[in-house]
């Protein structure tokens, strides 16, 4: 059955039990009406008070911290009660089993959320941020996904709006001014203006991505076989997460580890060794699979004495058994540990240029369609002489930057977004 908005949903915000709290949410039209059959006579509204919870033959459930938010001020937009249970496993399983059976249903993952966004409370943009919230695993991740949770994306999605608005409004105006056999050109300063907001929305397409920071920078590690790739992966990564052998072509598919260092998300790749010829066709396989992932590398390593493929680190491994590189090639043991550090920090100093900035606004995969779709539009309308077409093509942009923010968003797009949440969200 397909959840539906006049139920009255609950669930466990805190985290899963045990713990010192656990905070149950009840929210919809009858959250207050559920409430007040185990607890009696509510609070005043934002007023924590301690009550007894009691079920329905009067059974001692807990006593309990009881805060009430009426709707359509509330984190759902809706009637919403918080119960500030003591967080142990049976209790509540004892609440969750009492709310049940008198009438509420267990919330869907992100369905808390979803209704926020249905209720005006949050945009989709929003949403997006606080999903990336509960994903984050690193601080510059945290402030970016925070950023986006309190508005930063809708904000400059909706001045840019604003924006194509007036331009909209000057056009239309100029249209009813026009006769119906000559239609004029954009009114003077306006095919300035639209050009000026279509460079600024390619200034913010330019930066990097949002989701480097929660995927990671993808590291590639690639060379002929035995050329140490596997030993250096597991000195970068600290613990032995490839097996390391002296037979060549031991690792025969990419193994992958992330990686967090100094605040940066690597995803480290290792790779088959790229060996010219083969006869196994299975090597031939992780050959070819090694080929594409340092296609699509971030950072390549390279580890190998031929000259690297342009744009990589070209490293010279296990500088403790060999002579010096003379060719500037950054030297290392992975054994010893000699040159480690200096790798990192050579990572680190390419990884920042990949990441988005503290003070750039970074949009994901699916915001930079809609406003790549949008500048186009909007540079489009400013080198139009037909006002009737200017019109059209602004009027594509006011669509695709709603779709940003989810006022054109699709029931299956939103189902895959709030997939990613936790029940109590």
């Not at 052998?245 to 580890?257: K, W």
């Amino acid at each position: 059955m397909l959840p539906r908005a006049s139920d009255t949903i609950f669930a466990v915000a805190s985290g899963p039990p045990p713990a010192a709290i656990a905070v149950m949410r009840v929210s919809g039209p009858a959250a207050f009406t559920l409430a007040e059959t185990f607890v009696g006579a509510l609070p005043a509204p934002r007023r924590a008070s301690l009550r007894t919870l009691r079920g329905g033959d009067g059974t001692l459930l807990d006593r309990a911290l009881v805060l009430v938010f009426p709707g359509p001020n509330s984190a759902s937009g809706e009637d919403l009660v918080e119960l500030h249970l003591h967080g142990g496993r049976a209790v509540v399983a004892a609440v969750s089993a009492a709310l049940a059976a008198s009438g509420g249903r267990l919330a869907e993952p992100g369905e808390f959320t979803r209704r926020a966004l249905t209720n005006g409370r949050i945009d989709l943009a929003q949403a997006e941020g606080l999903g990336d919230l509960l994903m984050a695993e690193t601080e510059s991740a945290r402030r970016a996904a925070l950023g986006t949770a309190e508005g930063a994306v809708s904000r400059r999605i909706g001045a840019w709006g604003v924006r194509l608005l007036e331009a909209s409004a000057l056009i239309e105006a100029a249209l009813d001014f026009a006769d119906e056999d000559d239609v004029g050109e954009l009114p003077p300063g306006l095919p300035a203006a639209l050009a000026a907001l279509g460079e600024e929305m390619r200034t913010v397409l330019a930066a990097p991505p949002v989701e480097r920071l929660r995927d990671g920078v993808r590291v590639v590690l690639a060379g002929p076989p035995n050329a140490g790739k596997s030993t250096l992966l597991n000195a970068l990564a600290e613990r032995e997460a490839a097996i390391v052998s002296p037979i060549a072509g031991t690792t025969r598919d990419r193994i992958e580890v992330p990686v967090v260092r100094d605040g940066i998300a690597y995803l480290l790749i290792d790779t088959a060794g790229l060996a010219e010829t083969t006869d196994d066709p299975i090597e031939a396989i992780g050959i070819a699979r090694a080929r594409a992932a340092a296609a699509e590398a971030d950072i390549l390593l390279w580890l190998d004495d031929s000259p690297p493929p342009a744009g990589a680190l070209w490293l010279h491994p296990r500088a403790d058994e060999r002579p010096p590189a003379l060719d500037g090639r950054l030297a290392l043991s992975a054994r010893t540990g000699a040159g480690v550090d200096h790798l990192w920090s050579a990572l680190a100093d390419r990884a920042r240029a990949l990441l988005p900035r503290a003070d750039q606004l970074a949009l994901n995969a699916r915001q930079r369609q809609h406003v790549d779709h949008a500048a186009e539009a909007v540079l489009a309308a400013s080198a139009e002489t037909d006002l009737l077409i200017a019109a059209e093509q602004c009027r594509l942009a006011r669509r695709a930057l709603d779709a940003v923010t989810g006022a054109t968003g699709t029931e299956a797009m939103l189902d895959a977004l709030f997939s990613r949440f936790c029940i109590g969200k």
